[in-house]
């Protein structure tokens, strides 16, 4: 189908189609990895599949590049399976649909898999072109990394000769990625020790938040849906008595919540019409306050309380609800720690992104990141130990490491090194605050020296998502020049 458009590289866009072509949504990689393995067989080239679906291929150096070091390309098989409502799309079996757009490539009501499919079909094409000069090229393709970087965690380096890796899992062009965070899991229940309560139910809704990645957004200081509704309840259980019933919000933990709702229990016989008054008012003037701190980053922020019925419900003990709502509002939320000198990074973060309450246990889970370790582990410390103080039950992950700058790194010179001089334009070099799979890589090698870069994509991850055909024909220029004049 691309054929046609004679889009270039032919073979970059030939084999994007080919992997496009077979459904590879996290979890179901094996008959994408077994096309690489098929593919380096057809070529009589060295080539490992492991249980979990990772490829590792192998090219010997071209005449004359013998005695340089061997380079990795990496990136992974996996993609997003995601698909607007009304799609009868069926990620188990169907291929994508690509679609050309002007510059752009993209998919009909489905993800495009260009995260990171672009990767994959760029390292065989690069395999396949006899036009280039290289050193030894090891292609090491990674299983389900959109959903833990379970491929990477598991993966066997044992083989692995390369001094040099690049990592084609990026976004933006004109910008390598020389760093990035670590992180964790952290989760806290508690018991609501619920019982029968006689008052009057109400119930709070937040909406008209923005939210986003928490990796990539969260040093905008947005609102989250669960922390405001934290400190609204607390607010009100400040100055009258209430018990929760239920608080739910989010369902991923890496997510700034957009929208949550809480119910609680205005309880007690007498002076219930009073207290109502006075819940009102009391509830009015949190609204300001938290409307007022963010009206600039979410100045569309929608607040309600429902009108209150009479009866008999379910609610948390008294001890309990002001634990909850003391942990809710003193656990730390959004950037802790920035980069010294880096316009502002952040390092260390964390997001309450998920509020559930099922049984009469509420569960809490937040997303920790950070690109020094010691800090993810001290606000994983500080988590465990409010969750104490307040009668929770504390869990955590054992998360994905960091990938820590080098600032004497060989590579990223030699890179911006080409990139000025062969399209007249200064690299941008960057450390994110999100995680990649260099960080489980370098963990078992050490020693590498690592960039990741790609082409200019955009709403990865979504039905939007598109990738440019100019972007992509200058990567593989880049990535060419690149092999040819390592050292």
């Given at each position: ?8 590289p032919?073979?970059?866009f ?5 992997i496009?072509n ?7 990689t ?11 067989n ?10 979990l ?21 990496q ?23 690509i679609?050309v757009?002007?510059?752009?490539i ?8 260009a ?31 959109e ?15 390369g ?15 020389v ?36 990796g ?9 849906a ?26 991923k ?29 009391i ?62 990074l952040v390092?260390?973060s ?20 950070s690109s020094v ?20 039950e ?12 080098k ?6 010179k ?16 960057e ?12 963990e ?34 880049f ?9």
């Amino acid at each position: 189908m691309l054929e046609k458009y004679g889009l270039e590289p032919a073979k970059v866009f030939y084999y994007f189609e080919e992997i496009s072509n077979i459904p590879r949504g996290s979890g179901n990689t094996k008959a994408v990895s077994d096309y690489c393995v098929k593919f380096a067989n057809d070529r009589g080239l060295y080539v490992r599949q492991d249980e979990l679906n990772n490829v590792v291929i192998k090219k010997p150096a071209t005449k004359g590049y013998e005695h340089k070091p061997a380079v990795i390309i990496q990136g992974h098989l996996d993609m997003v399976a995601e698909k607007d409502s009304d799609s009868n799309h069926d990620f188990m079996k169907d291929p994508i649909e690509i679609i050309v757009d002007g510059d752009f490539i993209t998919a009909n009501k489905t993800t495009l898999g260009a995260d990171d499919g672009i990767a994959v079909a760029m390292a065989l094409a690069l395999v396949d072109d006899s036009t280039i000069n290289h050193p030894e090229l090891e292609l090491i393709f990674t299983s389900d990394e959109e959903t833990g970087m379970f491929g990477a965690m598991a993966l066997d380096m044992s083989d692995i000769n390369g001094k040099y890796m690049l990592n084609l899992d990026s976004e933006d062009d004109g910008v390598i990625t020389v760093g990035c965070a670590g992180g964790k899991s952290a989760n806290v229940k508690f018991n609501m020790e619920s019982a029968e309560v006689a008052g009057v139910i109400y119930q709070i809704d937040i909406s008209g938040l923005k939210g986003g990645h928490s990796g990539a957004e969260i040093h905008n200081e947005r609102a989250n849906a669960n922390i405001l509704l934290g400190r609204i309840l607390k607010y009100i259980n400040d100055r009258i008595a209430i018990r929760i019933s239920s608080i739910n919000g989010g369902a991923k933990d890496n997510v700034i919540t957009k929208e949550s709702k809480g119910i609680f229990v205005l309880h007690g016989h007498e002076e219930v019409e009073e207290k109502m008054s006075r819940l009102k008012s009391i509830f009015d003037e949190a609204v300001e306050i938290v409307k007022n701190e963010f009206i600039i980053s979410d100045k569309d922020i929608k607040i309600s309380l429902s009108d209150g019925e009479y009866g008999i419900f379910y609610g948390a003990s008294r001890k309990m609800t002001d634990n909850i709502l003391a942990f809710m509002n003193v656990v730390p939320f959004g950037p802790q720690y920035r980069v010294p000198n880096m316009n502002g990074l952040v390092e260390t973060s964390l997001n309450m992104g998920i509020l559930k309450t099922e049984k009469g246990i509420v569960e809490i889970s937040m997303s920790v990141r950070s690109s020094v370790k010691s800090r993810k582990e001290l606000i994983v410390e500080k988590i465990e130990t409010l969750a104490k103080l307040t009668g929770g039950e504390f869990s955590s992950d054992v998360g994905y490491p960091e990938w820590a700058y080098k600032a004497d790194s060989p590579l990223q010179k030699l890179l911006c090194k080409i990139h000025k001089e062969k399209f007249e334009q200064e690299l941008k070099v960057e450390i994110i605050h999100a995680g990649l799979e260099c960080g489980y890589i370098l963990e078992k090698k050490p020693e590498l020296d690592v960039v990741s870069f790609g082409p200019q994509m955009y709403d990865i991850h979504t039905t939007d998502e598109r990738v440019s055909i100019s972007s992509i024909a200058k990567l593989y220029e880049f990535v060419k020049a690149v092999l040819e004049e390592i050292e």
